[in-house]
């Protein structure tokens, strides 16, 4: 059965891919409207990511910028478009706090190399996910707690600071064998939450 | 072109580090030829690792950027047109109407509506381009009030939480007179700062407040200071954990933006827990 803020949700996503048709047409307007749904989840991710709250302001005026330019590049195969900006937050996010990091570490094959121009990425960051529904927050946020702390941990250092497998084996001084079961075990707990709402 | 399944298999194992970043370069464009090739086993899984990994913001706390952002992107996207899709058909262009080309026997006043035309157009553009610039001027000023009310806003709803914890920062150098106070609210996990006899900043630095943690320095944000003796800075985020992990706070001054780690001096320090 599904749970009523997933069915909201649904709702939003409909909503959201008309908003952004608008934008395409240039109305501001769809712009702002996306902006007060997501804008309260993308800015404290910001500030996670670059932990400023200058970036973080500026990280938000760019994604949305880039939702405000390239709404044309979003088509329904793409996913959610809160999925969608998630993924472009991310990208800048790397590209502002590990240009460097990148340029050391690009040859590693399990490297820490953000697809910061990939837009592949982009392309294919689908997802029925959630946004500024509460309730539909509260249910992903209960859903989550089936996450170990450690397995929590784990994607958390990977997810926001880019974290290589065998950095965090080093730093956390656990098997890499145990990380990679751990992160794998973490990303399929998350994929059960998404593939609820999809439903 | 043609993929085997025991490659697109293959492949598979690459959706993870690809989504997390972490595949180099050559191995990153290789999985994305791939990609474009339609695979749809791999579409499908990095669908459903996008969808799975764009819950993690959901699981911070949701607060909305200074309306400041607001109106600084609705300014900067103004002059700006979005991008049409590249496979939509350009959209005929109405063809320039010329003004008709002088023919022989027209008669002198179809020439002087010409040159009237021409006048009004270049008088209509330079009140346009003025207008333009006043409202444009006049958006910034909103915009710059707009954000000092919302600064002075989060400072007065910072102020109504039940908990207030206040603890002062001490200037490092004496002589200086500089002292600062934290206000920390435990519940929010937010503090507020305001600092008083510390020296404007110079060009290209900023000040920038840390919280010790396991005898490591953790960035909470960077700040102005003005020329004003009393300057309280925003409503600033403390960092994850328990607040009683916290040994100390710390503000140094840093480069523009701010450093990873403290580079600078230190100007004011709390005393250490």
């Known amino acids: 059965m599904q749970h009523s803020a997933f069915v909201q949700k649904q709702q939003h996503d409909r909503e959201d891919a008309e908003l952004l048709k608008r934008v395409q047409r240039a109305d501001q307007r769809a712009l702002s409207s996306l902006y007060d749904r997501y804008a309260p989840v993308l800015y404290p991710f910001s500030l996670r990511m670059t932990g400023s709250p200058e970036a973080a302001e500026n990280l938000v005026q760019d994604v949305f910028g880039q939702v405000w330019e390239k709404a ?3 088509t329904s195969h793409h996913g959610s478009v809160y999925a969608w900006m998630v993924a472009l937050c991310r990208v800048k996010a790397m590209e502002k706090i590990r240009p460097t990091t990148q340029k050391r570490k690009g040859q590693e094959d399990e490297g820490t190399s953000p697809r910061g121009s990939s837009e592949i990425e982009q392309k ?27 397995e929590l941990r784990l994607l958390e ?3 926001y600071e880019g974290q290589s497998q065998s950095d965090l084996a080093r730093m956390l001084r656990i098997p890499l064998g145990t990380i990679k079961a751990k992160m794998r075990r973490g990303i ?7 593939a609820q709402e999809a439903k | 072109m043609t993929v085997k399944t025991e490659e697109r298999h293959a492949q598979l194992e690459l959706c993870i580090p690809y989504v997390f970043g972490r595949l180099n370069p050559g191995n990153r464009k290789q999985f994305e030829a791939h990609l474009t090739t339609g695979c749809e086993q791999c579409s499908g899984e990095l669908s459903g690792l996008y969808g799975a990994i764009a819950l993690m913001p959901l699981l911070l706390r949701q607060e909305a950027p200074p309306s400041g952002v607001r109106q600084r992107l609705l300014s900067r996207i103004s002059s700006k047109k979005p991008d049409q899709p590249r496979n939509e058909r350009p959209t005929p262009q109405r063809e320039k109407i010329a003004p008709p080309a002088a023919q022989p026997g027209h008669s002198w006043y179809l020439y ?5 035309g021409i006048l009004l157009n270049i008088a209509l553009a330079i009140w346009v381009n003025q207008l333009v610039g006043t409202t444009a001027s006049r958006s910034v000023q909103i915009a710059d009030l707009t954000s000092e009310l919302h600064k002075k806003q989060e400072v007065l709803d910072f102020l109504k939480a039940q908990r207030i914890e206040i603890l002062p920062l001490a200037g490092v150098d004496v002589g200086s007179g500089a002292y600062g106070k934290l206000l920390l609210d435990p519940d929010k996990r937010s503090a507020l700062l305001q600092t008083a006899s ?18 490591k320095y953790f960035s909470i944000g960077v700040f102005d200071v003005t020329s004003e003796k009393v300057n309280i800075v925003r409503v600033m985020a403390l960092p994850a954990g328990e607040k009683q992990d916290i040994e100390g706070f710390a503000v140094t001054l840093e480069p523009k933006g701010g450093s990873v780690q403290p580079t600078g ?9």
């Open chain 2, 198 to 215: 510390l020296p404007a900043q110079s060009e290209g630095k900023q000040y920038q407040l840390w919280a010790l943690k396991e005898k």
């Open chain 1, 188 to 194: 399929q707990k998350l994929r059960q939450v998404s």
């Open chain 1, 72 to 74: 044309a590049s979003y």
């Open chain 2, 112 to 116: 002087a509506t010409i040159v009237l």
């Open chain 1, 157 to 159: 250092l990977s997810y």
């Open chain 1, 124 to 150: 294919t960051a689908v997802a029925e996910t959630i946004v500024t529904l509460k309730g539909y927050t509260e249910e992903v946020r209960n859903s989550l707690r089936s996450l170990s702390k450690l």
């Open chain 2, 265 to 273: 001096p230190v100007q004011l320090r709390s005393a250490t827990r």
